[in-house]
């Protein structure tokens, strides 16, 4: 019963740092997708992919990469890390053709200082 | 630019009523509306959902209602129990999508 799997579930960063969010599901979902919630601004998508080696942008892509080099995972690349990147991350996956009814993770809690 | 709006930040209801939560859209393309529920530190949970050729989708005590002319939706939950407390999240997809695009949400607090 894993379904969607964040890991870490906290990070303290500093300014300029880098890291990566990792993302895992078991559900042989093809959608996946990137989503950071911020007080006042709802959930906004960062990044999706639609299957493996398939990735486009979301709403709020600067700052972040991704890649999708199995169906299973999809890691969010922070490559210098900035304090407006503090939120909570969440990622999503869903089969194809599901209209949207995803399956989230925890979440992730960043703190950029 | 929001695509898609909940302008109300929070709702209080008393044990038993009725709760509504509104969203608006402005993309005339999205042609699906979801609403999730979230607890503290947890992700987002699907709670209902309902396709633009249809104005209603019941399930239980939830109940959604679509006005494609208006560009809004709204979520009544009858009876409101105290479990209800969560903040809610109405989202919307395209046609041949599965990128979702949230509101803001609201805080729907359900005191005894």
């Given at each position: 019963n894993a379904g969607v799997t964040q890991t870490p579930k906290f990070q303290v960063l500093k300014t300029g740092q880098s890291m990566t969010l990792q993302c895992a599901q078991?559900?042989?979902?093809?959608y996946m997708s990137w989503y950071r919630q911020d007080p006042g601004m709802g959930l906004r998508l960062i990044h999706y992919s639609v299957g493996a080696g398939i990735t486009d942008q979301g709403e709020v892509p600067n700052g972040y990469n991704v890649s999708r080099s199995t169906t299973e995972d999809f890691p969010l690349r922070l490559l210098s890390a900035a304090p407006s990147q503090t939120s909570v991350y969440f990622c999503a996956s869903s089969p194809s053709?599901?209209?949207?009814?995803l399956f989230f993770g925890e979440g992730s809690r960043l703190t950029v200082l | 630019d929001q695509q898609v709006k909940q302008n109300s930040p929070s709702l209080s209801v008393q044990e038993g009523r009725i709760s509504i939560l509104n969203c608006d859209y402005t993309?005339?393309?999205?042609?699906y509306f979801l609403w999730y529920k979230k607890y503290p530190a947890e992700g987002p949970t699907f709670l209902i959902s309902i396709s633009s050729i249809k104005d209603k989708n019941e399930d239980g005590r939830f109940t959604v209602f679509l006005n494609k002319s208006a560009k809004h939706l709204s979520l009544h939950i009858?009876?409101?129990?105290?479990?209800?407390?969560a903040v809610y999240f109405c989202a919307a997809s395209g046609v041949g999508t599965d990128k979702l695009i949230f509101g803001t949400g609201t805080r729907l607090q359900v005191f005894p």
């Open positions: 078991d559900m042989n979902h093809e053709g599901s209209s949207g009814e | 993309n005339s393309m999205f042609d009858v009876p409101s129990q105290p479990g209800d407390s």
